[in-house]
């Protein structure tokens, strides 16, 4: 059973930084893409980013490119997005998922504020 798991959110000022974390289990990691999506409140859900098997990352929202990147760390079955230069639009919940199983995490709460 493929599970998701998220960690590392939280409130952030602006210009601050945050690391995501997404452990997965369930499958074989290394075999397959993976992405991250966040919802801003009252929006819908956005693709963040994604990146390859081959650590290739692709597919940044525009919103996102210069300041968000995102890697994997096969050995350790997890995907990180690190959060650089915040800002209060970043705010929303941030989801993990497997494309190819269109499976998902239950989200973590990212908010930036001062």
């Known amino acids: 059973q493929v599970q998701l798991v998220e960690s590392g959110g939280g409130l952030a000022q602006p210009g601050g930084s945050l690391r995501l974390s997404c452990a997965a289990s369930g499958f074989t990691f290394s075999n397959y893409a993976m992405a991250w999506y966040r919802q801003a409140p009252g929006k819908e859900r956005e693709l963040v980013g994604r990146?390859?098997?081959?650590?290739?990352?692709?597919a940044y929202a525009a919103s996102v490119k210069g300041r968000f990147t995102i890697s994997r760390d096969n050995a350790e079955n997890t995907v990180f997005l690190f959060m650089n230069n915040l800002e209060p639009n970043d705010t929303g919940v941030y989801y993990c998922q497997v494309p190819t199983f269109d499976a998902w995490g239950q989200g973590i709460q990212v908010t930036v504020s001062s």
């Open positions: 990146i390859s098997i081959t650590h290739v990352a692709l």
